[in-house]
Protein backbone atom coordinates (compact mmCIF):
# COMPACT_ATOMS: atom_id res chain seq x y z
CA UNK A 1 0.00 0.00 0.00
CA UNK A 2 1.23 3.35 -0.82
CA UNK A 3 1.65 5.68 2.50
CA UNK A 4 1.26 9.43 2.35
CA UNK A 5 3.17 11.44 4.81
CA UNK A 6 2.34 14.77 5.79
CA UNK A 7 4.24 17.39 7.43
CA UNK A 8 3.73 19.21 9.76
CA UNK A 9 1.00 18.07 11.10
CA UNK A 10 0.14 21.28 12.02
CA UNK A 11 1.41 25.58 12.33
CA UNK A 12 0.17 28.73 13.22
CA UNK A 13 0.38 31.29 11.17
CA UNK A 14 -0.52 34.97 10.56
CA UNK A 15 -3.51 36.92 8.01
CA UNK A 16 -0.74 37.26 5.31
CA UNK A 17 1.81 34.73 5.79
CA UNK A 18 2.92 32.27 3.40
CA UNK A 19 2.43 28.54 4.27
CA UNK A 20 3.96 25.15 2.95
CA UNK A 21 2.53 22.22 3.26
CA UNK A 22 4.77 19.00 2.05
CA UNK A 23 3.72 15.29 1.14
CA UNK A 24 6.04 12.78 1.02
CA UNK A 25 4.93 9.40 -0.79
CA UNK A 26 6.45 5.91 0.12
CA UNK A 27 6.97 5.18 -3.57
CA UNK A 28 7.12 7.37 -6.69
CA UNK A 29 3.65 8.08 -7.62
CA UNK A 30 4.52 10.18 -10.87
CA UNK A 31 1.91 13.34 -10.23
CA UNK A 32 -0.95 11.66 -9.23
CA UNK A 33 -1.30 13.74 -6.09
CA UNK A 34 -4.71 16.07 -5.34
CA UNK A 35 -4.74 18.27 -2.29
CA UNK A 36 -8.09 19.09 -0.39
CA UNK A 37 -9.25 21.66 2.55
CA UNK A 38 -11.35 20.39 4.79
CA UNK A 39 -13.04 22.97 6.99
CA UNK A 40 -15.66 21.66 10.38
CA UNK A 41 -19.32 21.26 9.48
CA UNK A 42 -18.25 22.31 5.43
CA UNK A 43 -18.23 19.81 2.42
CA UNK A 44 -14.27 19.17 1.90
CA UNK A 45 -13.29 20.82 -1.51
CA UNK A 46 -10.78 19.82 -3.85
CA UNK A 47 -7.90 22.38 -4.50
CA UNK A 48 -5.21 21.04 -6.85
CA UNK A 49 -5.33 18.04 -8.88
CA UNK A 50 -2.84 16.20 -10.72
CA UNK A 51 -0.24 17.97 -8.36
CA UNK A 52 -0.20 21.51 -9.67
CA UNK A 53 -3.17 22.21 -11.56
CA UNK A 54 -5.69 24.21 -9.67
CA UNK A 55 -9.24 23.30 -9.59
CA UNK A 56 -11.63 25.76 -10.84
CA UNK A 57 -12.68 28.71 -8.68
CA UNK A 58 -10.18 28.00 -6.16
CA UNK A 59 -7.86 31.49 -5.76
CA UNK A 60 -4.35 31.75 -7.51
CA UNK A 61 -2.91 32.12 -3.60
CA UNK A 62 -2.92 28.24 -3.92
CA UNK A 63 -0.72 26.32 -5.76
CA UNK A 64 0.66 22.65 -5.61
CA UNK A 65 4.12 21.47 -6.94
CA UNK A 66 6.26 18.18 -7.00
CA UNK A 67 6.31 15.16 -8.95
CA UNK A 68 7.90 11.37 -7.82
CA UNK A 69 7.58 11.40 -4.37
CA UNK A 70 7.50 14.59 -2.69
CA UNK A 71 4.71 16.94 -2.97
CA UNK A 72 4.10 20.55 -1.81
CA UNK A 73 1.29 23.27 -1.15
CA UNK A 74 1.59 26.51 -0.71
CA UNK A 75 -0.57 29.46 0.13
CA UNK A 76 0.76 32.77 -1.01
CA UNK A 77 -1.21 34.98 1.35
CA UNK A 78 -2.77 33.39 3.67
CA UNK A 79 -6.53 34.71 4.26
CA UNK A 80 -8.82 34.31 6.85
CA UNK A 81 -10.85 31.64 4.97
CA UNK A 82 -7.97 29.81 4.61
CA UNK A 83 -7.37 28.43 8.19
CA UNK A 84 -9.15 24.75 7.91
CA UNK A 85 -7.13 21.33 7.89
CA UNK A 86 -5.56 20.54 4.29
CA UNK A 87 -5.15 16.86 3.35
CA UNK A 88 -2.68 15.05 0.51
CA UNK A 89 -4.45 12.02 -1.82
CA UNK A 90 -2.72 9.93 -4.08
CA UNK A 91 -4.51 8.26 -6.79
CA UNK A 92 -1.29 6.38 -8.28
CA UNK A 93 -3.04 2.99 -7.12
CA UNK A 94 -6.58 4.09 -8.34
CA UNK A 95 -8.94 2.13 -7.74
CA UNK A 96 -7.89 2.27 -4.39
CA UNK A 97 -6.66 5.85 -2.86
CA UNK A 98 -5.10 7.01 0.43
CA UNK A 99 -5.15 10.03 2.14
CA UNK A 100 -2.01 12.16 4.10
CA UNK A 101 -2.92 12.40 7.86
CA UNK A 102 -3.50 16.07 7.07
CA UNK A 103 -1.83 19.37 8.55
CA UNK A 104 -3.85 21.72 10.65
CA UNK A 105 -3.35 25.56 9.80
CA UNK A 106 -4.30 27.69 12.70
CA UNK A 107 -4.11 31.37 13.37
CA UNK A 108 -1.52 32.69 15.56
CA UNK B 1 -25.06 22.97 -9.93
CA UNK B 2 -23.32 19.76 -8.00
CA UNK B 3 -25.38 18.92 -4.81
CA UNK B 4 -24.40 15.51 -3.09
CA UNK B 5 -26.89 14.93 0.37
CA UNK B 6 -25.78 12.40 2.36
CA UNK B 7 -28.56 10.83 4.54
CA UNK B 8 -29.03 7.73 7.33
CA UNK B 9 -26.77 7.91 9.92
CA UNK B 10 -27.56 8.06 13.41
CA UNK B 11 -26.33 6.11 16.61
CA UNK B 12 -26.38 2.07 16.09
CA UNK B 13 -25.41 -0.49 18.48
CA UNK B 14 -21.99 -2.44 18.28
CA UNK B 15 -22.95 -5.35 15.57
CA UNK B 16 -25.76 -3.98 13.98
CA UNK B 17 -26.76 -2.79 10.51
CA UNK B 18 -27.25 1.05 8.69
CA UNK B 19 -27.31 2.12 5.18
CA UNK B 20 -26.08 5.31 3.99
CA UNK B 21 -27.46 6.98 1.19
CA UNK B 22 -26.00 10.50 -0.74
CA UNK B 23 -28.42 11.25 -3.59
CA UNK B 24 -27.11 13.44 -6.00
CA UNK B 25 -28.26 16.79 -8.54
CA UNK B 26 -26.77 18.56 -11.04
CA UNK B 27 -24.83 16.39 -13.03
CA UNK B 28 -25.00 13.48 -15.37
CA UNK B 29 -24.52 10.80 -12.39
CA UNK B 30 -24.42 7.44 -14.21
CA UNK B 31 -21.40 9.28 -15.59
CA UNK B 32 -18.97 9.07 -12.52
CA UNK B 33 -17.50 6.84 -10.43
CA UNK B 34 -18.90 7.55 -6.75
CA UNK B 35 -16.93 7.23 -3.51
CA UNK B 36 -17.28 6.64 0.09
CA UNK B 37 -15.06 8.76 2.58
CA UNK B 38 -14.99 8.57 6.72
CA UNK B 39 -13.65 10.98 9.00
CA UNK B 40 -13.38 9.53 12.77
CA UNK B 41 -13.87 12.46 15.38
CA UNK B 42 -10.51 14.20 15.64
CA UNK B 43 -8.62 11.77 13.14
CA UNK B 44 -8.35 12.66 9.22
CA UNK B 45 -9.98 11.15 5.95
CA UNK B 46 -10.20 7.75 5.59
CA UNK B 47 -10.91 6.62 2.04
CA UNK B 48 -13.94 3.62 2.39
CA UNK B 49 -15.32 2.31 -0.98
CA UNK B 50 -15.49 2.98 -4.75
CA UNK B 51 -18.40 2.42 -7.28
CA UNK B 52 -17.73 2.55 -10.81
CA UNK B 53 -20.16 4.21 -13.10
CA UNK B 54 -22.56 1.64 -13.99
CA UNK B 55 -21.97 -0.17 -11.08
CA UNK B 56 -19.89 -3.45 -12.26
CA UNK B 57 -16.90 -2.62 -10.22
CA UNK B 58 -16.69 -2.06 -6.46
CA UNK B 59 -13.71 -1.89 -4.39
CA UNK B 60 -13.21 -1.36 -0.57
CA UNK B 61 -11.00 -0.28 1.82
CA UNK B 62 -9.09 -3.35 3.64
CA UNK B 63 -10.71 -1.87 6.98
CA UNK B 64 -14.33 -2.48 5.63
CA UNK B 65 -13.68 -5.28 3.74
CA UNK B 66 -16.53 -8.14 4.09
CA UNK B 67 -18.48 -5.88 6.00
CA UNK B 68 -19.60 -2.94 4.26
CA UNK B 69 -21.01 -3.01 0.47
CA UNK B 70 -21.51 -0.27 -1.49
CA UNK B 71 -23.89 0.51 -4.49
CA UNK B 72 -25.77 2.88 -6.74
CA UNK B 73 -28.86 3.33 -8.35
CA UNK B 74 -28.44 5.26 -11.78
CA UNK B 75 -32.34 5.85 -12.34
CA UNK B 76 -33.07 7.35 -9.46
CA UNK B 77 -29.36 8.83 -8.88
CA UNK B 78 -28.43 7.52 -5.28
CA UNK B 79 -25.52 5.82 -4.23
CA UNK B 80 -25.61 3.89 -0.94
CA UNK B 81 -23.76 1.97 1.86
CA UNK B 82 -25.03 -0.93 3.57
CA UNK B 83 -22.60 -1.35 6.49
CA UNK B 84 -23.14 -4.70 8.78
CA UNK B 85 -21.32 -5.91 11.70
CA UNK B 86 -20.69 -1.99 12.61
CA UNK B 87 -17.72 -1.38 15.21
CA UNK B 88 -16.63 1.47 17.47
CA UNK B 89 -14.03 2.10 15.38
CA UNK B 90 -16.50 2.80 12.45
CA UNK B 91 -17.95 5.95 14.46
CA UNK B 92 -17.01 8.84 11.67
CA UNK B 93 -18.91 11.42 9.65
CA UNK B 94 -19.64 9.70 6.08
CA UNK B 95 -18.87 11.59 3.14
CA UNK B 96 -19.68 10.69 -0.31
CA UNK B 97 -17.79 11.78 -3.22
CA UNK B 98 -18.12 12.20 -6.90
CA UNK B 99 -15.08 11.58 -8.92
CA UNK B 100 -13.73 13.23 -11.80
CA UNK B 101 -13.45 10.25 -13.93
CA UNK B 102 -10.27 11.42 -15.54
CA UNK B 103 -6.89 13.24 -15.27
CA UNK B 104 -5.67 11.89 -11.97
CA UNK B 105 -9.29 11.00 -10.48
CA UNK B 106 -10.10 13.92 -8.55
CA UNK B 107 -12.63 13.60 -5.63
CA UNK B 108 -14.30 17.17 -7.27
CA UNK B 109 -17.50 17.49 -5.49
CA UNK B 110 -18.17 16.43 -1.62
CA UNK B 111 -21.61 16.09 0.37
CA UNK B 112 -21.54 17.21 3.94
CA UNK B 113 -21.38 14.16 5.94
CA UNK B 114 -23.68 11.99 7.75
CA UNK B 115 -22.87 11.27 11.30
CA UNK B 116 -22.87 7.52 12.35
CA UNK B 117 -22.13 6.61 16.01
CA UNK B 118 -21.16 3.34 16.83
CA UNK B 119 -22.01 2.56 20.88
CA UNK B 120 -24.04 0.39 23.26
Known amino acids: DIQMTQSPSSLSASVGDRVTITCRASQTISTYVNWYQVTPGKAPKLLIFSASILQTGVPARFSGSGSGTDFTLSISSLQPEDFATYYCQQSYSTPTFTFGQGTKVEIK | QVQLVESGGGVVQPGRSLRLSCAAS????????MHWVRQAPGKGLDWVAV????????YYADSVKGRFSISRDNSNNTVFLQMNGLRSDDTAVYFC?????????????WGQGTLVTVSS
Open chain 2, 97 to 109: ARDRGYGGNPFDH
Open chain 2, 26 to 33: GFTFSSHP
Open chain 2, 51 to 58: ISEDGTNR
